[in-house]
């Protein structure tokens, strides 16, 4: 099984950037997809970008699409989370996930109840207005 962890995280005034990381272990990080998800404070986690196992695939929840972007490196074992004209409401702890079985469709991960195989500790954004 895949295991991620996240970095990346900090403080950013609205409309500014940052670039979420997340590092996997494990020979078979290429046949994963991979997502990432948010929980705000008194919120529920809500996804936020997956992508398959080749990077070909990608998905957005509407809430970002169009600022956020999700890429893959399969030759550094890592997943990125570009991010930008950051909102206030972006304010969340961002999660990476694993999806549970080797050459899943990233849309499983968007799926109500996603099928993730394993979470990272998260990584706390915040944005200031």
């Known amino acids: 099984q895949v295991q991620v962890i996240e970095s990346g995280g900090g403080l950013v005034q609205a409309g500014g950037s940052l670039r979420l990381s997340c590092a996997a272990s494990?020979?078979?990080?290429?046949?994963?997809?991979m997502g990432w998800f948010r929980q705000a404070p008194g919120n529920e986690r809500e996804f936020v970008a997956a992508?398959?196992?080749?990077?070909?695939?990608?998905l957005y929840a509407d809430s970002i699409k169009g600022r956020f972007t999700i890429s893959r490196d399969n030759a550094k074992n890592t997943v990125y989370l570009q991010m930008t004209s950051l909102k206030p409401e972006d304010t969340a702890v961002y999660y990476c996930?694993?999806?549970?079985?080797?050459?899943?469709?990233?849309?499983?991960?968007?799926?109500?109840?996603?099928?993730?195989?394993?979470w990272g500790q998260g990584t706390q954004v915040t944005v200031s207005s």
């Open positions: 996930a694993a999806g549970a079985r080797p050459y899943g469709p990233a849309r499983t991960m968007g799926a109500p109840d996603p099928e993730i195989g394993s």
């Open positions: 992508i398959n196992w080749s990077g070909g695939i990608t």
């Open positions: 494990g020979r078979t990080f290429s046949t994963y997809g």
